[in-house]
Nanobody, 113 residues
Framework: QVQLVESGGGLVQPGGSLRLSCTVSGTIFGIYMAWYRQAPGKQRELVARITTGSTTNYLDSVKGRFTISRDNVKGAVYLQMDSLKPEDTAVYYC????????WGQGTQVTVSS
């Protein structure tokens, strides 16, 4: 069973940056990967997706601020988050796209002054 481990979250002031990392216990070759987030009281939503050819797609509200990338050799996916806003506060998860693997613990991102 694939295991997902997210890291890199924390408390940051508005306008700050964080880089999230996700390690996958299995291979990610040939697999679309994505970052999702779930804010308190809200449903989990897709934030960014990256294809096997590294084509990327983003939630409208994060376009121009977030960048997803992947390292197939390391079995890792990253999310560079810049110009963070309070509304980005959520638990962030990675998974394949569509999400079929068991979810990991996620990493908490809190944007607050």
């Amino acid at each position: 069973q694939v295991q997902l481990v997210e890291s890199g979250g924390g408390l940051v002031q508005p306008g700050g940056s964080l880089r999230l990392s996700c390690t996958v216990s299995g291979t990610i070759f040939g697999i679309y990967m994505a970052w999702y987030r779930q804010a308190p009281g809200k449903q989990r939503e897709l934030v960014a997706r990256i294809t096997t050819g590294s084509t990327t797609n983003y939630l409208d509200s994060v376009k121009g601020r977030f960048t997803i990338s992947r390292d197939n050799v390391k079995g890792a996916v990253y999310l560079q988050m810049d110009s963070l806003k309070p509304e980005d506060t959520a638990v962030y998860y990675c998974n394949e796209y569509p999400d079929t693997w068991t979810w990991g613990q996620g990493t908490q991102v809190t944007v607050s002054s």
